[in-house]
């Protein structure tokens, strides 16, 4: 069975293409069958993430019935497969084709990853109706742990259950929450905690993944370790990976 997982959150900006992308490559680098979703239809970047520029068929296509979903299927870095949107289109329409059209995906891939946009509208919605599961990805902080506890109702009220959290952009400030804080907050597992890590601000700026740029950076490296979590197999990581990790290079 394939997971669809959809990454999601109440406040903006918390790092949800950011993990969607790299977790999607660093899963596709362990072999496994892997679509990326961008399902942020009004607010589209995860083709910016990936560094994909030319798109033959997106997500607005096979909503619009112009594509079948296979058809708007492409080859993304490290062979992750891609359903991007287009990035400059107001279409959000038909959004009850959504779940079905993701869900003929199923038994054909080992995960599906959707980008959801931030918030709670009818596009967040869709997304998480498509899922199977949710992951949240959220900042330490009371603002974003609210809006994160509202994800988690929400999704409850679709039958859709949340598999944990990971806490992302963690300075280890003395004003942010403890992941020991989050879970008791939001009672779910604290799946990853993903450092501050400048190298994600350069690999957004650039285009290019992070985990293609910098594989050994803080940020990739706790990817790496979800990516562990959720396939429940270790990687090796090597002294100089762990060198490297500490100095942030
Ligand atoms: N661990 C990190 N360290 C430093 N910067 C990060 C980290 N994770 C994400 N960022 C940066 O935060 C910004 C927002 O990331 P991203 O677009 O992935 O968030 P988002 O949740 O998808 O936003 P939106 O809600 O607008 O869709 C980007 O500039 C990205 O480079
Ligand atoms: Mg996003």
Known sequence: MTRIIC????????????VVANLGISLAQRKRKVVLIDADLLASSLGFFLGIKNFSNT????????ADI???LQVGPSGTFVIPAD?????????????????SLDGKFDFVLID???GFDSIAQAAMKASREILIVSLPTTVAITDAYKIKALASSFGKSTTGIVLNRVKNLPNELSAGDVKKMLA???????????NMEISTSTEKPL????????????????VSNLIGEEIEVSWLTKFRSKLGF
């Open 7 to 18: 990454i999601c959150s109440g406040k903006g900006g918390t790092g949800k293409t950011s």
């Open 59 to 66: 997500l607005q296509d096979v909503l619009m019935q112009r």
């Open 70 to 72: 296979f058809d708007a």
């Open 87 to 103: 990035a400059y289109s107001l279409e959000a329409q038909n959004l009850e084709l959504l779940p079905p059209s993701v869900q």
């Open 116 to 118: 959801a946009p931030a």
């Open 188 to 198: 779910l597992p604290i799946l990853h905690v993903v450092p501050e890590d400048r």
């Open 211 to 226: 985990m293609i740029i910098k594989p050994n950076s803080p940020a990739a490296i706790s990817i790496k370790k979800l």
